[in-house]
Structure formats: structure tokens, C-alpha cells
Nanobody, 123 residues
Framework: VQLQASGGGLVQAGGSLRLSCAAS????????MGWFRQAPGKEREFVAT????????AYADSVKDRFTISRDNAKNTVYLQMNSLKPEDTAVYYC?????????????????WGQGTLVTVSS
């Protein structure tokens, strides 16, 4: 599975962005998908994850109620809608995929990774 993340950019605090992660090679419907992010000088951290049907999701506490993960299996694409953005959300955002059905909030279990897209939130 190849993953291509897009949609990053520069936005003011309080604004919104929607990230997309397009999968190719195999249908993404068979995979749990996740978003992670890495801020400058920090380790990569979990943001959100979604199961194959979209019926089950999990979020990091820092983004809960502001970010929404969703997927369109017909388009082999996963989205991350980010609202009420804060400067501390500035990071490179990565999408990832893993087989199986169990949601996973740690990066070690993910098999495939996209190249990342930069989100910069100005104050």
C-alpha cells in the first residue's frame, strides 16, 4: 500500500484545514488508518485512528472535539478535518495504515506510512 498525504498549509489560529491521505496499491478498506504528527524537535505522536468501516475512531486528548477522522473507501481516501487550530498543532502530519481490525494509537504497529504534509498554524 502506498500512501500520499496532502492538504497541509499555513493557517491562522482558529482556522481549519482538511488533510487527505490517498491509498494506492491495495484497497484501503482492509486497513485501519491513522494520523500521526511530528512537531519540530519532538517525537512523532498519535493524532487519530479509524477502523475499516469508519464506525470506530479514537483521538488524542489534545485534538479531541477539534479534529475529525473519516474515510471514503470508494475513493481509498482517509481525511482529517482540523478545526479551531492552535499554534501547537504545527507539525508534519503523517498518515499510516495497518492490517487487522483493532484500532492502534501507537505508531509501532503500523505497516505503511505516507510522506507527510506540513501544517503551520500562526498565532
Amino acid at each position: 500500500v502506498q500512501l500520499q498525504a496532502s492538504g497541509g498549509g499555513l493557517v491562522q489560529a482558529g482556522g481549519s484545514l482538511r488533510l487527505s491521505c490517498a491509498a494506492s496499491g491495495r484497497p484501503s478498506s482492509g486497513y485501519v488508518m491513522g494520523w500521526f504528527r511530528q512537531a519540530p524537535g519532538k517525537e512523532r505522536e498519535f493524532v487519530a485512528t479509524i477502523n475499516w468501516s469508519g464506525g470506530s475512531t479514537a483521538y488524542a486528548d489534545s485534538v479531541k472535539d477539534r479534529f475529525t477522522i473519516s474515510r471514503d473507501n470508494a475513493k481509498n481516501t482517509v481525511y482529517l478535518q482540523m478545526n479551531s487550530l492552535k499554534p501547537e498543532d504545527t507539525a508534519v502530519y503523517y498518515c499510516a495504515a495497518k492490517g487487522g481490525i483493532r484500532l492502534l494509537t501507537t505508531q509501532g504497529g503500523y505497516d505503511y506510512w505516507g510522506q507527510g504534509t506540513l501544517v503551520t498554524v500562526s498565532s
